[in-house]
């Protein structure tokens, strides 16, 4: 099944390892990328989405603000917040708004978790 990713990350190294080590697992997926949360918005405006990576330290709105925006557009969407923000709150917040939470770096492992969170929800039965 083929779903729509949009990576949002301020860091170009950041977006372009995510992107290829999902693509690595998933080929058939479509990942399009956004450098902040701004971006984000205007292509959410445009297009519908699946999938959900956010970085939380992002110019503007943070990654859960950027979150919320998301959620009240689309209840189904799965939302993945990779983040080397390691403060409590963040993946409290996080864990309380219904948004999975993954610790950078973005390695192999981290994102085949998060590939296969996504592949486990409702989105994929």
Same mark, same amino acid.
């Given at each position: ?26 080929? $058939?997926?479509? *990942? ?8 984000? &918005?205007?292509?959410? =405006?445009? !297009? /519908? ?24 557009? $689309?209840?189904? *969407? ?8 390691? &403060?409590?709150?963040? =993946?409290? !917040? /996080? ?31």
């Amino acid at each position: 099944m083929s779903l729509k990713l949009l990576i949002v990350d301020d860091s170009q190294v950041c977006l372009v390892l995510t992107r290829g080590y999902v693509q690595t697992f998933r080929a $058939d997926w479509v *990942c399009t990328l956004a450098e902040s949360a701004e971006q984000a &918005m205007a292509l959410i =405006e445009k !297009q /519908a989405f699946d999938v959900y990576a956010l970085d939380y330290n992002l110019p503007g709105r943070n990654g859960l603000e950027l979150a919320r925006w998301i959620r009240e557009r $689309d209840q189904q *969407c799965f939302i993945g917040l990779l983040t080397s923000n390691i &403060m409590n709150y963040v =993946e409290d !917040q /996080a864990i309380s708004d219904n948004i999975h939470y993954y610790r950078k770096p973005a390695k192999p492992d981290v994102i085949q978790q998060f590939v296969s969170d996504i592949e486990g929800s409702s989105l994929c039965i």
